[in-house]
T-cell receptor, first 113, second 113 residues
Framework: SQQGEEDPQALSIQEGENATMNCSYK?????LQWYRQNSGRGLVHLIL?????REKHSGRLRVTLDTSKKSSSLLITASRAADTASYFC?????????????FGKGTKLTVNP | DSGVTQTPKHLITATGQRVTLRCSPR?????VYWYQQSLDQGLQFLIQ???????AKGNILERFSAQQFPDLHSELNLSSLELGDSALYFC????????????FGQGTRLTVV
């Protein structure tokens, strides 16, 4: 079963705008990661946030984690056309769980020049 | 380049056949994950190995099996193939068993005709 569920499924914005994607999950986690996938290519790791962290930054990326609501958000600031891709959250369940590094269905981001 | 190598890149085969997908993880990575990505199911976790041992199992069909060899490369065997098995199959590796980012290969695109 899917652990993470991203929202929205698709997002279209203009270059320079900010893009916010959300992820909800179901069970307790060790950490949550965000990945990016260009069409038909492999996934690229963007950022990892641990369950005891609330916010993390990496360049133009800002990730928040709310374990009480079992949700995370990924903010891309000052978006560029090159940010066009699908973005996935992945959860790493507490040890002993049957599934590891489980991905949601992704948010397809289109940044229009 | 993630350092994870998957072969072959493309595979076309007939229903009922058996195929083997191969993955060489990043140098030094002990953990290998297999995923299936199809349009309607998203990225599905299949199975994880760590240092030769199976660690976690997801929605992997009984017709599918995998193993990780002493040199840490892994193979995913798909048998009695059906049209619905057509998908992108990704391998990912990580340094440790958990709490770490995963590096993805470029995938094997399997088409069953």
């Amino acid at each position: 079963s899917q652990q993470g569920e991203e929202d929205p499924q698709a997002l279209s914005i203009q270059e320079g705008e900010n893009a916010t994607m959300n992820c909800s999950y179901k069970t307790s986690i060790n950490n949550l990661q965000w990945y990016r996938q260009n069409s038909g290519r492999g996934l690229v790791h963007l950022i990892l946030i641990r369950s005891n962290e609330r916010e993390k930054h990496s360049g133009r990326l800002r990730v928040t984690l709310d374990t009480s609501k079992k949700s995370s958000s990924l903010l891309i600031t000052a978006s560029r056309a090159a940010d066009t891709a699908s973005y996935f959250c992945a959860t790493d369940a507490i040890k002993g769980g049957s599934e590891k590094l489980v991905f949601g269905k992704g948010t397809k981001l289109t940044v229009n020049p | 380049d993630s350092g994870v190598t998957q072969t072959p890149k493309h595979l076309i085969t007939a229903t009922g056949q058996r195929v083997t997908l191969r993955c060489s993880p990043r140098s030094g990575d002990l953990s290998v994950y297999w995923y299936q990505q199809s349009l309607d199911q998203g990225l599905q976790f299949l199975i994880q190995y760590y240092n030769g041992e199976e660690r976690a199992k997801g929605n992997i069909l009984e017709r599918f099996s995998a193993q990780q060899f002493p040199d840490l490369h892994s193979e995913l065997n798909l048998s009695s193939l059906e049209l619905g098995d057509s998908a992108l199959y990704f391998c990912a590796s990580s340094a440790r068993e958990e709490d770490t980012e995963a590096f993805f290969g470029q995938g094997t695109r399997l088409t069953v005709v």
